[in-house]
């Protein structure tokens, strides 16, 4: 595999933990005890650590690329035998 095929697939799979991160940080005003300012809706976040996110996205996509490139190279897991219509 050659380093900008690895490196772009690293960023797929970055992307993929981000959205499985974010959901994991979403707390409300309402959750966190503060009041809310006029014209805020409830489901609003109350902050956004963007840092803490990255940092988090940045191991899991890490370690999710590290499976990916080991079944790479081992060939645990091939396309033939995902293939159960053949």
Aim: glycine share 4%; aromatic share 18%.
């Amino acid at each position: 595999m050659s380093w900008p095929s690895a490196l772009a697939i690293y960023f797929l799979f970055w992307f993929l933990a981000l959205f499985l991160v974010l959901p994991f940080h979403a707390r409300t005003s309402v959750e966190a005890g503060e009041t809310l300012v006029q014209g805020q809706a409830e489901s609003a976040p109350r902050a956004f650590p963007a840092g803490k996110i990255a940092l988090r996205t940045t191991a899991l996509s890490a370690l999710l690329f590290a499976l990916y490139y080991l079944n790479y190279v081992n060939g645990w897991i091939t396309a033939e035998m995902l293939d159960y219509w053949n």
